[in-house]
């Protein structure tokens, strides 16, 4: 791997595939107004965990910053855009969370949710995939680009803890077999 944003976009691989199994859920909900909490829950943690904390924490203490320093603006820019976004995110997930709260699902409260967060992830992820990072590719040098990788890792450690990257991936995983027949 060459470019911070090449471990980025692997990661929106797994994000989207999450969006994919959140999408499965809410049709449950959709159709019966009911759906496995557990299931729910485990969806939560891997968006919080993995997408936000990790990801997008990732994005804000590092990338853009690195982005900022080389000449890409933050307000009123495409970098002030992404953190809005992840902003209405972290909205959405505390959201659905509220929806499953009581130990009860409040099917409508968390579908609503849910479809709003994976409309909001699927364009922003269009957005950087396609603008925001080829734009990164280009003016970041290999050198700062070696860099943000090897901070991306300790962040990774530090932040996220060992395992736990492993953890979610294998949550995603038996997610995935369950909702959307994937071995």
């Known amino acids: 791997m060459n470019y911070a944003s090449e471990d980025l976009i692997n990661e929106h691989r797994d994000i989207l595939f999450g969006l994919r199994i959140l999408q499965e859920i809410v049709k449950t909900a959709e159709q019966s107004g009911d759906a496995d909490i557990k299931d729910i ?5 891997f968006l919080r965990l993995f997408a936000d904390k990790c990801h997008h924490g990732k994005e804000e203490g590092l990338m853009f910053p690195a982005l900022e320093e080389a000449g890409i603006p933050n307000e009123r820019g495409p970098i002030g855009q992404m953190l809005k976004e992840h902003i209405q995110g972290r909205q959405y997930i505390a959201e659905m ?33 396609t603008v925001l990072f080829p734009m990164a590719d280009r003016i970041l040098p290999d050198d700062r680009q070696q860099q943000l990788l090897e901070q991306f890792e ?20 038996k997610l995935g077999e369950k909702y959307l027949n994937t071995k």
């Open 97 to 129: 969370a509220a929806s499953v709260g009581s130990g009860a699902l409040q099917a409508d409260r968390f579908t609503q949710a849910a479809a709003d967060y994976i409309d909001l992830l699927r364009e922003h992820i269009q957005k950087e995939n």
């Open 154 to 173: 300790i962040f990774e450690e530090e932040v996220i803890g060992k395992g736990i990257h492993e953890r979610l991936h294998e949550t995603l995983h």
């Open 41 to 45: 829950n485990d969806m939560i943690d």
